[in-house]
């Protein structure tokens, strides 16, 4: 398997490791890169953009499902660091209608953290051109009832997050989420991540390999928060090969670009908000996304999980990070993007053979474990 890119001496394992995922036969075509000091150390792609067709290109860019919800919680964090929005404020503040069936009290910072008590649709999502339909969907999230108690813990907002978030953000800017992390965030970086994508980018997005099944939780109790989270949006991974969708914003989900793209991004993150002298955010505003929000059992996912400010934080569950000072999400199939505040890393991961499940999928987790061995080489 031929291995495109660059990569910094220092960093040879890693690419080893790349390399390693293609010869299990684990991969189809996939992105990885890792930023050091906001400087580019690893950048590298191989394989297939189209399965059993053209090739992974250096502008191939792909669906990378819930690592979106990195770049929404970002788009946040700008709106925060502005002045416009405050974290600890009543979402209700912004929008005034979320405060319908007892949500007057329901915080950002509880959106951000995954425990506002809307983690699936009321009532169900039935057809999938529903999701596109942005001012019908957040007039349902405003009128639903929680279906716990807002700040009880944390129950993973698959799909719904994107869209509390973007109609924050709407509401306080008067831009969509895509066009505001476009103009605010992917422009003044220089990179190519998209939230709702223009038809002009389409001959380069790469096409996902499902993985045969729906996305879908473990419970199996169809009462449960769980349950209930899943099934009110069924997804089967073959809407991103539809224009519909591509052109859709959907925030939690929906996100286009590459390992590249992703690791550039969070580099700026990485290095306390400011990268190649462009300053996004203020080192405080970073910090604020190491704030614990909730720690125990996640009502969806079902095991432990740490929420800070819109990002997973390390645990032993997550030992994505030698260091406390890190964060984390990824997306369903496998996609994945690491932060490290101390060492001031970033690292992203990108593919398009999806693995069915959403979480422990070893490959982009072993190209993690492997960067910061190198570091400490």
């Known amino acids: 398997m031929e291995i495109s890119g660059t990569c910094d001496d220092r960093f040879i394992p890693l690419r080893d490791a790349f390399a390693a995922n293609f010869k299990n036969g684990l991969e189809v075509g996939a992105s990885v890169a890792v930023t050091l000091d906001g400087k580019p150390v690893v950048d590298l792609w191989a394989g297939e953009a189209v399965q059993g067709g053209s090739l992974w290109q250096e502008d191939t860019i792909v669906n990378v499902y819930s690592t979106t919800k990195t770049m929404a919680a970002t788009s946040i964090l700008v709106a925060v660091d502005r002045g416009w929005l405050d974290l600890d404020a009543p979402v209700a503040q912004y929008w005034p209608e979320f405060a319908q069936n007892g949500k007057e009290a329901v915080l950002i910072r509880q959106v951000?953290?995954?425990?506002?008590?809307l983690s699936g649709f009321d009532p169900p999502i039935k057809e999938k051109s529903q999701l596109y339909d942005w001012d019908a969907i957040v007039a349902g999230l405003a009128a639903q009832k929680p279906w716990w108690t807002p700040g009880d813990g944390s129950g993973y907002h698959a799909i719904t997050q994107g869209f509390l978030q973007g109609e924050i953000i709407r509401r306080v800017t008067g831009k969509s989420i895509g066009n505001f992390f476009r103009e605010e965030i992917a422009e003044p970086l220089a990179a190519d991540f998209h939230i709702g994508l223009d038809v002009m980018h389409d001959p380069r997005v790469g096409a996902l390999v499902p993985p045969g099944s729906n996305l879908a939780g473990t419970d199996t109790d169809p009462d449960s928060i769980a349950s209930r989270t899943f099934s009110s949006c069924s997804l089967d991974a073959t809407e991103p090969a539809t224009a519909e969708w591509r052109r859709a914003e959907i925030p939690a989900a929906g996100g286009i670009g590459n390992a590249r793209s992703v690791a550039r991004i969070l580099s700026m993150l990485a290095c306390g908000g400011e990268v190649d002298g462009i300053r996004l955010l203020r080192e405080e505003t970073v910090a604020r996304i190491l704030e614990e929000q909730t720690n125990g059992i996640d009502k969806v996912l079902?095991?432990?999980?740490?929420?800070?400010?819109?990002f997973g934080l390390i645990d032993k569950q997550f030992p994505l990070s030698p260091n406390e000072r890190a964060f984390f999400w990824g997306g369903w199939g496998g996609?994945?993007?690491?932060?490290?505040l101390d060492a001031r890393l970033s690292i992203?991961?990108?593919m398009n053979r999806m693995e069915a499940k959403l979480i422990g999928d070893v490959r982009g987790g072993s190209l993690v474990l492997s960067a910061f061995n190198c570091l400490d080489d």
């Open 335 to 340: 996609s994945l993007a690491v932060v490290d």
């Open 112 to 117: 951000m953290s995954h425990s506002a008590g």
């Open 302 to 310: 079902g095991i432990p999980v740490r929420f800070g400010m819109g």
């Open 348 to 350: 992203a991961y990108v």
